[in-house]
């Protein structure tokens, strides 16, 4: 894969408030927004579908002379504000630094100047007879993209979250070992609320992998760690939130002991679900629902791909172990989704207990068509269309996935394409 | 004898890395394969992991995620492999590139320190970035930074280069200052401290007179405050 592939593999997908956009991040630095069409009265039936709207560059290579390093232009995440204005915004991020991006439109264009001709230029002033009121002409649909903050410095280590605050006013950036608060119209300094690096790095056993602001108690903030714990914390408690209200944490399955326990049970993805009540996690082989009210266990363990359980030690070795996966709710919080290995990706229903695979694909994903569910076997009795274990690709891996806040679309990133689904997803769960 | 044999195989294994993933699951008597509760590691798996930390370690900005699951995992695989009885402890942390080799020969507690100096060689590296620590807002939570915090909160600026190097104590700063460059000729030629100018020293000592020599020897023995010692210019 040439360099020029490697920039185009989507690196985050993100649905705005409303549902009306999407936006992904990609390898090479680039964000590209995608818009919902207004449905259509010819054909009523068909909803709308997502073109593109806007195209930018967000973050370009930088180079650290102290250190000698490249600081890569991967996004790793965006998130967006709520709409405010007719503008719209966004946050995006690499490994260092977060930009603040505000998107307009521009459909009208005055027309009639006094001192300059059509093309700009200054008239000649002798031409100029008689004095005219410009007018605004309608023009072809232009979106605007400007960078309006600058958020730098303020990590040391890589960036691996940013969440948006319910008072719309601040938002968290979080690293391997630090979290910082900001305020969106301020960027020459943040606020340390988490810092977990030991005194001595020698020390150091746990790294921060994900966090998220509660989506309605704007004091409240999770975050996870590389040894599977979740932190709830408190900013009315203490300024430094390095002690934690809530420790949520499984204890080991004994049974399930491996050298590979710590590894697996590794969080890289942490929601909370749109009622605030529930938390969601991923972990390598699992998806689990937490309730704020109870932190010795989860209240719902979902298997992603238990067949991997047995194939532990060469997933060490290729580094497929140490994948992030990211998950996500649906709107009701009544579904969840998670991405898999193979193009595969799967969703639980919480009160049926059913789930599906099904696989991103060109093959199967012809407009109109329904996605087919598919089937890990592991031995046994095989189907028809049944993949086996060893056949999966660990190339192929669906580690980006959102769904619409309200409505039944989903949005899969693989590698570097980006599907958009807009079947109902109820059916053919088995 | 017993490291060369182990370098060896560190290569083979080198070579096999790219090898498919098939290999390893396809042999279900592979004993790194854990199905049950683990006893024993394989030495193999043990060797995977120390390849994986020292390729992690060279990387110019290790991901640190990766670095501390791939540490805690060696520690966990060393731990439940039998005391090594017959390999000799190496007493004193190695440099970082033969760090492999010793961590293979060394005790239990050796490769505590091992592993505690580089992840200390790393928490300099990352201490001379150009991101300081963030600074204490006078937002809602309305305090400084201090109390737990292990950096020197108070002390932040905004500037990078202030801020970042205050950040692991000021013992970190001077650690990997090479101070041979501080070396002086003439403490060489007096053979008091044998540095890297050894050459150069030698060929300089010549140019002393007897008096400098005394001077120096003076203020060696206490006798005189070091004063600016006159002489050729340097």
């Keep these: 894969m040439g360099r020029r592939d490697m920039a185009d593999i989507i690196s985050t997908v993100e649905f705005n408030h409303t549902g009306e956009l999407l936006a992904t991040g990609d390898k090479g630095g680039r964000v590209v927004i995608f818009q919902r069409e207004p449905e259509s009265k010819n054909a009523p039936h068909s909803q709308g579908e997502y073109d593109v709207y806007s195209t930018f560059q967000s973050h370009e290579p930088e180079f650290d002379y102290l250190k000698s390093l490249e600081i890569e232009e991967k996004i790793n995440k965006i998130k967006w504000l709520p709409q405010q204005n007719a503008a719209h915004s966004l946050l995006s991020t690499n490994d260092k630094t977060i930009k603040l991006w505000k998107i307009t439109e521009r459909d009208k264009r005055p027309e009639g100047y006094n001192l300059k001709d059509e093309e700009g230029k200054l008239k000649d002033l002798s031409t100029v007879t008689s004095l005219q009121v410009p007018v605004l002409k309608p023009m072809d649909l232009m979106v605007e993209v400007s960078p309006r903050r600058i958020f730098a410095n303020g990590h040391t280590y890589h960036i691996n979250s940013i969440s948006v605050n319910s008072d719309c006013e601040t938002y968290m950036s979080a690293d391997d070992l630090r979290i910082n608060l900001w305020h969106l119209a301020i960027t020459d300094r943040s606020f340390n609320i988490v810092d977990i690096k030991p005194a001595n790095m020698e020390d150091l056993t746990e790294v921060i992998t994900a966090s998220e602001f509660h989506p309605h108690h704007c004091n409240l903030f999770v975050y996870s760690s590389s040894k599977g714990s979740l932190r709830l914390c408190d900013m009315r408690a203490a300024a430094l939130c390095d002690k934690h209200s809530k420790l949520f944490e499984e204890p080991e399955d004994p049974s399930n002991r491996s050298f590979f326990s710590e590894i697996i049970s590794s969080v890289s993805d942490v929601k909370f679900s749109h009622s605030g009540r529930y938390m969601l996690t991923r972990d390598y082989l699992t998806v689990k629902v937490w309730d704020l009210n109870m932190e010795a266990r989860p209240i719902e363990t979902y298997q992603v791909h238990d067949y991997l359980r047995s194939k532990l030690c060469s997933l060490y070795e290729n580094d497929c172990i140490f994948d992030k996966f990211e998950c996500a709710w649906n709107g009701s919080d009544s579904v969840i989704m998670t991405g898999a290995y193979n193009n595969f990706f799967r969703m639980f229903d919480r009160n049926t207990k059913r789930d599906v695979t099904l696989e991103a694909s060109r093959e199967s994903s012809k407009p109109r068509a329904v996605l087919k569910p598919r089937r890990v076997c592991v031995g046994g009795k095989r189907r028809r269309d049944d993949i086996s274990v060893d056949s999966l690709d660990f190339t192929k891996k669906i580690l980006h996935t959102a769904w619409h806040p309200a409505e039944n679309i989903i949005a899969i990133a693989a590698t570097n394409n980006l599907y958009i689904f807009q079947d109902k997803v109820n059916s053919d769960m088995h | ?234």
């Excluded at chain 2, 098939?22 to 683990?38: C, E, F, I, K, Y």
């Excluded at chain 2, 640190?64 to 439940?80: D, E, F, G, K, M």
């Excluded at chain 2, 000799?88 to 505690?116: G, H, I, Q, R, T």
């Design chain 2, 1 to 234: 004898m017993l490291s060369k044999g182990l370098k060896r195989k560190r290569e083979e294994e080198e070579e096999k890395e790219p090898l498919a993933v098939d290999a390893w699951w396809l042999d279900p008597g592979h004993a790194s394969v854990a199905q049950a509760p683990p006893a024993v590691a394989s030495s193999s798996l043990f060797d995977l992991s120390v390849l994986k930390l020292h390729h992690s370690l060279q990387q110019s900005e290790p991901d640190l995620r990766h670095l501390v699951l791939v540490v805690n995992t060696l520690r966990r695989i060393q731990a439940s492999m039998a005391p090594a009885a017959a390999l000799p402890p190496v007493p004193s942390p190695p440099a970082a590139p033969s760090v492999a080799d010793n961590l293979l020969a060394s005790s239990d507690a050796a490769l505590s320190a091992s592993m505690a100096s580089l992840l200390e060689d790393l928490s300099h590296i990352e201490g001379l970035s150009q991101a300081p620590q963030p600074l204490a807002d006078e937002g809602p939570p309305g305090r400084g930074i201090g109390g737990a915090a292990p950096s020197l909160g108070a002390l932040d600026l905004l500037g990078p280069a202030t801020g970042c190097l205050l950040d692991d104590g000021l013992e970190g700063l001077f650690e990997d200052i090479d101070t041979s460059m501080y070396d002086n000729e003439l403490w060489a030629s007096e053979g008091l401290k044998p540095g890297p100018e050894d050459g150069p020293g030698k060929e300089e000592a010549p140019e002393l007179d007897e008096a400098e020599l005394d001077y120096l020897m003076d203020v060696l023995v206490g006798t005189q405050a070091l004063e600016r010692p006159p002489g050729p210019g340097r």
